[in-house]
Nanobody, 128 residues
Framework: QVQLVESGGGLAQAGDSLTLSCVAS????????VGWFRQIPGKEREFVSA????????YYADSVKGRFTISKDNAKDTVYLQMNSLKFEDTATYYC?????????????????????WGQGTQVAVSS
């Protein structure tokens, strides 16, 4: 069973960049597809981005496409979310999630129910 720990959140101004990290322990990240989700209090957790087990295939929500980049370093058991051109509406708690169901890509991984393992989240606050 894999455990996930996110880091890299913080306070940023609109237009700034932040990089979130998700580190896995207990199992190799090679065995998992990984997603990033975010949540604002009172709202449902929404999909941000996903990456396949090898790191070759990626998928993004329309709201972050062109601004965020997901990447995976299986040697370090780490997934990154590079967030550029941050907007106020990117303010949320960001969660990393993993699934051993790696035989899909695209919108399949935009569903929360696909993922079996979740981190505790890291907060991102963007001031306008």
């Amino acid at each position: 069973q894999v455990q996930l720990v996110e880091s890299g959140g913080g306070l940023a101004q609109a237009g700034d960049s932040l990089t979130l990290s998700c580190v896995a322990s207990g199992d190799s990240f090679t065995n998992y597809a990984v997603g990033w989700f975010r949540q604002i209090p009172g709202k449902e957790r929404e999909f941000v981005s996903a990456i396949g087990w090898s790191g070759a295939k990626t998928y993004y929500a329309d709201s972050v496409k062109g601004r965020f980049t997901i990447s995976k370093d299986n040697a370090k058991d780490t997934v990154y979310l590079q967030m550029n051109s941050l907007k106020f509406e990117d303010t949320a708690t960001y969660y990393c999630a993993a699934t051993i169901d790696t035989h899909h890509m695209g919108s399949y991984y935009s569903a929360r129910g696909v993922f079996d393992y979740w981190g505790q989240g890291t907060q991102v606050a963007v001031s306008s």
